[in-house]
């Protein structure tokens, strides 16, 4: 008695049958046989969505398995700190919130392999991969500054890094400019071109560009005070 049952099953079956001999007419010596059958193991993709961009700080959308056949549970290699798998009546649920302080883009490979009944478990892979979020300081000159009409301002120096490749100015008034010096600094300076007769507020943002990322502003003030006229 031998070769495989060529039968699809979902669960553990038990098949019984006899040997039963053959001859001159006497009766016939059955020997019973029992062979039970477990499932493969069966690992599918639910949610569409195992390969994940995201940016520093966010959530990942819950990606999801279900089990079937001889698959009871999972393990899961690769994924960032922060991101957790459940198992529930089947289903399996990645979710989360990657924890890693990170200053470039970092792509986390994960194997996801069913365990259970029967050899070989299946695996499907996936990525999540994570995008700096934006970092500026201030690094020399004042946020609030106070001129005469005409004179140029004390050049303000901003340092961005991480996620923040460049930044730009919102809001300012006519004459103030930023412009690269190297090493990630961007320095504000110029004077406000404007004729005032009374002292005047200028508020305005540096703001960071880059990866796409939550945006980082920094405020500034310029008060300037009018020319004397006699």
């Known amino acids: 008695v031998s070769g495989p049952i060529n039968e699809n099953i979902t669960l553990t079956t038990t098949y019984n049958f006899s040997v039963t001999t053959q001859g001159n007419g006497c009766t016939a010596a059955p020997i ?36 079937a056949g001889g698959a009871t549970g999972v393990t899961i290699t690769g994924l960032p700190n922060g991101v957790t798998h459940t198992v529930n009546a089947g289903l399996v649920t990645i979710s989360g919130t990657p924890s890693d302080d990170i200053s470039a883009t970092t792509t986390y490979s994960y194997t996801v392999t069913s365990t259970g009944s029967c050899d070989p478990a299946p695996s499907l892979q996936g990525t999540i991969t994570v995008k700096p979020g934006h970092d500026m ?30 930044a730009i100015l919102v809001g300012a008034p006519d004459g103030i400019v930023i412009t690269p010096v190297g090493g990630g600094v961007f320095r504000v300076s110029g004077s406000v071109n404007e004729n005032i007769g009374t ?22 003030s310029i008060e300037v005070n009018p020319d004397q006229e006699l």
């Open 137 to 166: 300081s201030y690094t020399g000159g004042s946020l609030t500054q106070e001129i005469c009409e005409g004179d140029s301002i004390d050049p303000i120096d901003f340092t961005v890094s991480n996620g923040a490749t460049s």
């Open 199 to 220: 002292s005047s507020i200028y508020n305005f943002d540096v703001t960071t560009q880059g990866n796409g990322c939550d945006q980082l502003t920094i405020p500034v």
């Open 32 to 67: 019973p046989v029992s062979i039970e059958v477990n499932p493969d193991q069966e690992l599918n993709l639910t949610s569409s969505n195992a390969v994940q961009e995201i940016c520093e700080g966010e959530s990942i959308q819950d990606i999801t398995y279900v089990l």
